[in-house]
């Protein structure tokens, strides 16, 4: 287990900038990644997220700027000299070597007696539930075991931390699933902080305690992995974390943190305010389509009517689109399992669409 440095960040990136010529990837970032946490780089193909993960293991330079593991300025120190181990997209295996030998190979290069680095890689294959597997050759084992394998060597010399550079995309979903939940166990076993870059929402979701999102070099959004998706501060965000309603309105009223915001002459919703915002500016809601449910009768709070244009049974839920009077559309999402308590309503079949209280979020442009 790696040790805990109390009331010390595990990484501190100040005003973090890289140029590449005249095209700039990271743009004056900072953060702060806890000792001890599963912190998550999220955002497209493009944003800067992978260029800042190899700027903190030491492959790519820093342009401008600061980077400090526990304190200690790092942007000089070459990738081998960093306390920090990589497990990459791709495994890097050595197909000739055993699973011991590969798990063993890293450590013997720093130096271990063979006699150490072997009883150490048998104690990470333990951990990571391979043990049997230990005189196998790694083309013999299946996707999740070679990243299995990966992990326990990356492991093996115990690093302060961890990153992982979107380790999970070349498995299929369902063992995927399953592996994000081993990575989580595994941070946790350890100790060991993890910073771990992906694109892929739920994955972030699921394994996080904390996001940061990112686009174009810039991150928009900072937080817990329930506060971005319920409380996303702007645009892009809302519409990267999961699925949501977007809706152009304009703000008719801000009164007592509340305003009422007109979607249309047919349509108002009342939803908290946000700072800067004034009567007669034109925003962006944002509604869940978890939090609206469908019925044969407005609700006591906020309710909108539509009529429903298509049922779409994906399994676990069934999602539908509303088409409201003055033509725009709502997505509504029903679980399965509430089928029920929650009439599902024919194509054609007019209707109210409800909306859970705090459903609707303002959003900053």
Request: overall charge negative; some cysteine; hydrophobic content about 40%.
């Given at each position: 287990?790696?040790?805990?440095?109390?009331?010390?960040?595990?990484?501190?990136?100040?005003?973090?900038?890289?140029?590449y010529?005249?095209?700039?990837?990271?743009?004056?970032?900072?953060?702060?990644?806890?000792?001890?946490?599963?912190?998550?780089?999220?955002?497209?193909?493009?944003?800067?997220?992978?260029?800042?993960?190899?700027?903190?293991?030491?492959?790519?330079?820093?342009?401008?700027?600061?980077?400090?593991?526990?304190?200690?300025?790092?942007?000089?120190?070459?990738?081998?000299?960093?306390?920090?181990?990589?497990?990459?997209?791709?495994?890097?295996?050595?197909?000739h070597?055993?699973?011991?030998?590969?798990?063993?190979?890293?450590?013997?290069?720093?130096?271990?007696?063979?006699?150490?680095?072997?009883?150490?890689?048998?104690?990470?294959?333990?951990?990571?539930?391979?043990?049997?597997?230990?005189?196998?050759?790694?083309?013999?084992?299946?996707?999740?075991?070679?990243?299995?394998?990966?992990?326990?060597?990356?492991?093996?010399?115990?690093?302060?931390?961890?990153?992982?550079?979107?380790?999970?995309?070349?498995?299929?979903?369902?063992?995927?699933?399953?592996?994000?939940?081993?990575?989580?166990?595994?941070?946790?076993?350890?100790?060991?902080?993890?910073?771990?870059?992906?694109?892929?929402?739920?994955?972030?979701?699921?394994?996080?305690?904390?996001?940061?999102?990112?686009?174009?070099?810039e991150?928009?959004?900072?937080?817990?992995?329930?506060?971005?998706?319920?409380?996303?501060?702007?645009?892009?965000?809302?519409?990267?974390?999961?699925?949501?309603?977007?809706?152009?309105?304009s703000?008719?009223?801000?009164?007592?943190?509340?305003?009422t915001?007109?979607l249309?002459?047919?349509?108002?919703?009342?939803?908290?305010?946000?700072?800067?915002?004034?009567?007669?500016?034109?925003?962006?809601?944002?509604?869940?389509?978890?939090?609206?449910?469908?019925?044969?009768?407005?609700?006591?709070?906020?309710?909108?009517?539509?009529?429903?244009?298509?049922?779409?049974?994906?399994?676990?839920?069934?999602?539908?689109?509303?088409?409201?009077?003055?033509g725009?559309?709502?997505?509504?999402?029903?679980?399965?399992?509430?089928?029920?308590?929650?009439?599902?309503?024919?194509?054609?079949?007019?209707?109210?669409?409800?909306?859970?209280?705090?459903?609707?979020?303002?959003?900053?442009?």
């Open positions: 287990m790696a040790e805990s440095s109390e009331n010390q960040n595990a990484i501190d990136v100040i005003n973090a900038v890289k140029r010529g005249d095209f700039v990837a990271i743009r004056r970032v900072s953060l702060r990644i806890r000792d001890n946490e599963f912190f998550t780089l999220l955002g497209p193909s493009g944003c800067g997220k992978t260029t800042l993960l190899r700027m903190i293991a030491g492959f790519e330079e820093v342009t401008e700027g600061e980077i400090h593991l526990y304190g200690k300025e790092i942007k000089n120190l070459p990738p081998h000299k960093r306390p920090v181990n990589t497990v990459f997209q791709n495994y890097a295996l050595f197909p070597m055993s699973v011991r030998e590969n798990v063993a190979f890293g450590l013997e290069m720093l130096g271990t007696p063979k006699a150490e680095a072997a009883s150490r890689a048998d104690a990470m294959l333990e951990l990571v539930r391979l043990t049997q597997f230990a005189h196998r050759k790694t083309t013999q084992l299946s996707g999740g075991q070679q990243q299995r394998v990966a992990l326990a060597r990356a492991l093996a010399p115990q690093p302060k931390v961890l990153l992982l550079d979107e380790p999970l995309s070349a498995l299929d979903l369902k063992l995927r699933k399953a592996m994000q939940l081993e990575l989580k166990h595994l941070q946790r076993e350890t100790g060991i902080t993890f910073i771990f870059v992906t694109h892929d929402q739920e994955e972030a979701l699921t394994m996080s305690d904390r996001i940061a999102v990112m686009s174009a070099g991150i928009q959004q900072l937080g817990a992995a329930r506060d971005i998706y319920e409380r996303p501060c702007n645009m892009f965000v809302a519409d990267f974390i999961g699925e949501t309603n977007l809706l152009e309105v703000v008719k009223a801000v009164e007592n943190g509340k305003a915001c007109i249309s002459s047919k349509h108002q919703l009342t939803c908290p305010a946000i700072d800067g915002l004034t009567t007669g500016a034109k925003a962006h809601l944002s509604v869940r389509p978890e939090r609206l449910f469908l019925s044969s009768t407005p609700s006591e709070t906020e309710s909108l009517h539509g009529t429903i244009k298509e049922n779409v049974f994906i399994g676990t839920d069934i999602t539908t689109i509303v088409s409201l009077s003055d725009l559309e709502l997505t509504v999402r029903t679980s399965n399992s509430d089928r029920g308590n929650k009439r599902i309503f024919e194509v054609g079949a007019e209707v109210c669409v409800n909306l859970e209280p705090q459903a609707a979020q303002l959003l900053s442009d």
